[in-house]
């Protein structure tokens, strides 16, 4: 039985009249960039997330290059972050002209561990931005309290909607930091039909200005006080999103649902070590990440029984050839390479039957000799 990796049109099925008819809307009303629709989108994830405030970008990417920017973050700057993460992380930081220094990660999370983000604290560190993988937030109260005064952005561009217990309070993804970054983009638990991010923030100033800096800097038209970007979320995948956002909790529920369907399953199979989840966490399982040997020829073992899989992320960014300027060698970040040589994502997402759940279960005993 074929599984993919993520069935999109799977969930679609299930949504496709309240999508269709709000983006007729739109249609209709011929008003595509920015206006109601964003506000009305930006009103609830701001909700969400319990922030102040929320500001639509065109995608995670310019989220981030945005909230970098909004913090002055340029020339002659350092950004304390994780290699093993999507390249836009990183690729934000190098396109603002300042200087990404990369820090290990916790093996069991993924995420950066705090006391190798003090480690790394120059005079010339301007901010950090610790990464929310597959679904799980970084420690970013630990991560504040090692950096004190310095301001954080977190990319949680794979955790919309995630919590974690700070002092016996639920915290959600994007609530505590400086300012928090999402994307849009269509794999995401909420995902848009094509490009879209978002930036929040409790603070006043920092929001007034991330606005200005999605539209060339000017708060009003025509007149600029800095210059800024082309970066604003149209109405169309504003609509789409508010038509999916009422569903986000119950999908993430699923996929967690998911998880712990897969990880009983394995538990006595010792080559598949399955996701760790902080007790304080509660993740949003953007991604169901094993940890194996062998991990390619069971890639394709699962490719050739039509199960979907993926490998996030295959060379941490620290080696990437156009990162090479920075110095970093082998070894540098060892958790990060070895994570690179172990994981692989299989599919979780909400419309899993049990039956292909299972076909992924028996797929991957099958392999180890189970
Ligand atoms: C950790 C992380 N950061 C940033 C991004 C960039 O988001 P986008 O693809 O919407 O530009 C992504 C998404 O792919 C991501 O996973």
């Not at 999109?8 to 949504?15: D, K, M, N, S």
């Amino acid at each position: 039985m074929p599984v993919p990796l993520l069935d999109l049109r799977a969930q679609l099925a299930t949504i496709r009249d309240e999508v269709t008819s709000a983006m007729m809307d739109v249609v209709d009303s011929q008003l595509f960039i920015l206006g109601q629709r964003v506000e009305e989108l930006e009103r609830s994830v701001a909700k969400v997330s319990h922030t102040k405030y929320a500001v639509g970008c065109a995608s995670g990417t310019d989220a981030l290059l945005l909230a970098l920017r909004a913090l002055d973050c340029g020339p002659g700057d350092e950004v304390i972050t994780t290699p093993f993460t999507f390249f836009a992380t990183a690729g934000t930081i190098h396109n603002v002209g300042a200087k990404p220094v990369f820090v290990d990660i916790d093996p069991r999370t993924f995420n950066i561990l705090p006391e190798a983000a003090a480690a790394a604290r120059t005079p010339r560190t301007k901010t950090c931005v610790p990464v929310d993988l597959f679904g799980q937030m970084a420690p970013i109260e630990q991560v504040m309290t090692a950096l004190p005064g310095l301001p954080i952005i977190e990319d949680a561009a794979q955790t919309i909607g995630a919590r974690r217990s700070i002092d016996g309070e639920w915290r959600m993804a994007g609530e505590v930091p400086t300012i928090g970054t999402f994307s849009f983009f269509p794999s995401k638990n909420l995902g848009a039909f094509g490009d879209g991010g978002m930036m929040v923030t409790q603070d006043d100033a920092l929001a007034a200005r991330l606005k200005r800096l999605r539209m060339h800097g000017g708060a009003k038209q025509y007149f600029h006080d800095e210059v800024g970007f082309n970066s604003r979320l149209d109405a169309l995948q504003a609509a789409v999103l508010s038509a999916k956002l009422p569903h986000l909790e119950a999908w993430s529920a699923k996929r967690r649902a998911n998880a712990a369907y897969y990880s009983a399953a394995f538990a006595d199979v010792s080559d598949v070590v399955t996701p760790y989840v902080e007790p304080a966490n509660e993740s949003i399982f953007n991604q169901y990440t094993i940890r194996v040997p062998r991990r390619d020829d069971l890639q394709a073992f699962l490719k050739d029984k039509g199960i979907g899989t993926a490998v996030y992320y295959p060379l941490p960014l620290h080696l990437q050839p156009c990162f090479s300027y920075l110095g970093y060698k082998a070894g540098s970040c060892p958790e990060s390479e070895r994570a690179a040589g172990e994981v692989l994502s299989i599919p979780i997402y909400p419309e899993l039957t049990t039956s292909q759940l299972d076909e992924v279960v028996e797929q991957v005993r099958a392999f180890y000799g189970r």
